[in-house]
């Protein structure tokens, strides 16, 4: 039976995805070893992380240009060269500056070349169901998050930390670069003029002017401020609690696991509803879950703020792939999610460094999720107030914005 190559496409961006984001959210296993081996504090451990996400933040827009002037293929098998030699070296750090340049600078710059890649990539080769399809390779995060954590806690308890980073950096350079060389451009159909259902197609400078933009884009911001506080600390909560590394890692094990069938469910109601008010459902579910983490009363609780973490945090990433194109279009795709994602990235990134900043200073994660979640209920607000953008036509009578 022949297999159309959009699902070796979906496959590929579902391998980078599971790759890359396990490796990120495996980072709160290796905090407690790295601050009990060096004796740094929590807040100067995760700002590792957020250079991380600082350096992806500022190259994206950059790859994101690129990936629409040479294609997805070789800005990922760079980036995947980048991160995996990252890693290798980050398990050889013997000060912190060393953990900042080499998991910072170097992944970060290494991540920076899948954002916009891998969402060009699967929007040009799906013309339906784009939802569908964001959903099902970005749930590669999902089994990512799901498996990469338990291994590193499991690398460290038998070997040490130092190994866990050698065995993601060989991992990441087999798998990463692997895919990447199957990320074909679509091939130019002759005489095609182009689907009813593309919309209105935006340049990058266009698409900035727009208040749309910046309106989801801020949306962006805050909600991955808000959500990477407990991603990034949630182990060691967890151990803070009373409870085990291992019950630590597993809490990210579940997030990821229920992240998995977010992802396909949120990208399904978003082909069914509109990536708009889907969006806000999908925000408030997150924020309402992180406030219960806060607040659970009993640990067990934790499990089920977790799984709904899980189901939201999933969603996120497709629906906002699927709005961006469904905003903008197809043509400069890959410049407009590049200049997008850096909210993103720098979202994450504060965000990991602010729950170690103010655990520092209070002793405690409590006023730390309690900050998320009023950035997710900003956020909620934003994707509200979002509108599909107007574009300004000049008629004989004057000016006037019509939807795009």
């Not at 490796?23 to 601050?35: I, N, Y």
């Not at 190259?59 to 990922?76: M, P």
């Not at 998995?260 to 949120?266: D, P």
Request: one cysteine or more; hydrophobic letters at 50%.
């Amino acid at each position: 039976m022949r297999i159309e190559y959009r699902w070796l496409i979906l496959t590929s961006v579902f391998i980078v995805n599971l790759v890359f984001f396990g490796v990120q959210f495996s980072f709160g296993v290796f905090l407690k070893p790295l601050v009990a081996e060096f004796g740094w504090s929590r807040g100067e451990t995760s700002l590792a992380y957020t250079i991380l996400m600082v350096f992806s933040a500022i190259f994206s827009f950059v790859t994101g240009l690129l990936t629409d002037r040479v294609g997805s293929r070789k800005v990922v098998i760079g980036g995947g060269i980048l991160f995996g030699a990252g890693l290798l070296l980050s398990g050889l750090t013997t000060a912190l500056w060393q953990l900042y340049l080499f998991f910072g600078v170097l992944c970060g710059i290494g991540k920076a070349c899948f954002n916009s890649p891998l969402v060009v990539a699967i929007a040009r080769w799906f013309d339906r169901n784009r939802g569908l399809a964001f959903g099902l390779s970005l749930s590669g995060t999902g089994i990512g998050t799901l498996l990469l954590p338990p291994l590193a806690n499991g690398v460290i308890a038998t070997a040490s930390w130092r190994v866990a980073f050698q065995v993601f950096g060989l991992l990441s350079l087999v798998l990463i670069l692997g895919a990447g060389l199957l990320l074909k451009p679509k091939p130019a159909v002759a005489g095609a003029t182009g689907r009813s259902d593309e919309g209105e197609q935006w340049n990058v400078s266009e698409a900035l002017r727009t208040r749309t933009f910046w309106s989801i884009g801020f949306t962006n911001l805050f909600c991955c401020f808000s959500h990477a506080i407990p991603l990034v600390h949630i182990a060691a909560y967890a151990t803070d609690l009373g409870a085990t590394p291992a019950t630590g890692a597993l809490l990210l094990a579940v997030i990821g696991g229920v992240s998995i069938g977010g992802r396909v469910l949120w990208g399904l109601l978003a082909d069914r509803f509109g990536p708009g008010r889907t969006l806000v459902a999908c925000l408030l579910t997150q924020t309402t879950s992180i406030l219960g983490l806060a607040l659970a009363p009993q640990f067990w609780m934790l499990y089920i703020f977790a799984g709904g973490l899980g189901l939201a945090y999933g969603g996120v990433y497709p629906l906002y792939a699927t709005a961006m194109q469904y905003y903008f279009g197809n043509r400069s795709l890959g410049g407009i999610y590049g200049y997008f994602s850096t909210g993103a990235l720098l979202g994450m990134g504060l965000g990991g460094f602010l729950g170690g900043r103010l655990f520092d200073l209070t002793g405690s994660y409590l006023f730390a999720f309690l900050v998320s979640t009023t950035l997710g209920a900003v956020a909620v607000t934003l994707a509200a107030l979002t509108r599909r953008p107007l574009r300004t036509v000049a008629v004989p009578a004057g000016v006037v914005a019509v939807p795009a």
